[in-house]
């Protein structure tokens, strides 16, 4: 893929040489309590190239993203900032990303967010101002164009590498490839999926990405996380949206004699065939409050060591 750099984003230089790329992921503390980031670090740092902090997930009150990132980057690890349009109008949104990206955050996810009704504050007030594309698209002119959302120039634009969240698996499914062209055009660099378990499905997906000639367009890492049970694994098939889990994966749950071991060997052997479809940039792992996971499951997927940007 030839795309100009756009920021000084070391996951950006890494996909830009062509190797396959290894994100995760990292929640924020529920309170003030830095050592639950330090923590964390220490588990995944050299085992990705770079780590999502999510932005009140679940919309669940959590430490600041961008308050998160900066400690990351103090601690040796390059964050990804999720934004999401949920909770700031478009004021507030592009403050936020010139204060990320006069500190060092060279990474954005734009995300509409969960709503606010799944939360711990389900009264509160949803803003949803501008959804995902708009968002992308706004970060975007401010990057290239040195423009804010209303057309003021902008003296020193952010340098900021832009993605977003893909669902190759939701419903209308072939309307999931036209969705992600539709955040090409708005300027979207990289792509992060939807947890992927129905492999041969995802491989339907990407043969269609491969047809509109989206994965010469954008970089696009496949979504992968360890099930820690077969209640976890029945609850993601039943409860949610936009999830496939095929019966078989169910079926190696409930035959084996340690859950957690067999949901990480899942995750391997999803990951070995990932690494052969063509348009695939690299894995982003989710592994939820299971960081641990992350350094097993790279190891045993032969994706050590980490190449250096």
Sequence with gaps: MNK??????????????????????LGPPK????????????VLKGFCDAVNITDN???????SSIASAIKI???????????????????????????????????????????QSFGNHPSSKNVFDIDSIQLIKMFKDMRDEHKFKCGEEMKYPPEIFIGAAANPFADPFDFRPIRLA?????????????????????????KKVREMDLH???????????????????????????????????EKLKKSKDAKEEGINICVDIIQEIKEIEGVSGVHIMAI?????????????????RPKP
């Design 182 to 206: 539709k955040k090409v055009n708005a300027g979207v660099d990289f792509i992060q999926t939807q947890l992927i378990y129905n492999i041969e499905k995802f491989k339907e997906y990407m």
């Design 31 to 42: 309170a003030v309590n830095i050592n639950t980031i330090i923590n964390k670090v220490k």
């Design 57 to 63: 997930q679940t919309s669940i009150v959590r430490m």
């Design 4 to 25: 100009e750099m756009k920021s000084g984003s070391n996951l950006e230089k890494l996909l830009s040489r062509g190797k396959f790329v290894v994100t995760a992921e």
């Design 73 to 115: 980057i103090q601690l040796g690890m390059e964050p990804i900032i999720q934004m999401v349009t949920r909770d700031r109008n478009r004021i507030a949104l592009q403050s936020d990303l010139i204060g990320a990206a006069a500190l060092g955050v060279k990474n954005v996810l734009c995300l509409t967010g969960d709503h």
């Design 216 to 250: 010469k367009k954008v970089y696009i890492l496949a979504g992968v996380g360890p099930i820690k049970s077969l209640g976890m694994a029945k609850y993601m098939q039943k409860n949610v949206a936009g999830m496939d889990v095929p019966d078989k994966i169910l």
């Design 289 to 305: 409050a299971w960081e641990e996971a992350v350094p097993v499951i790279v190891e045993k997927t032969g994706l050590l060591p």
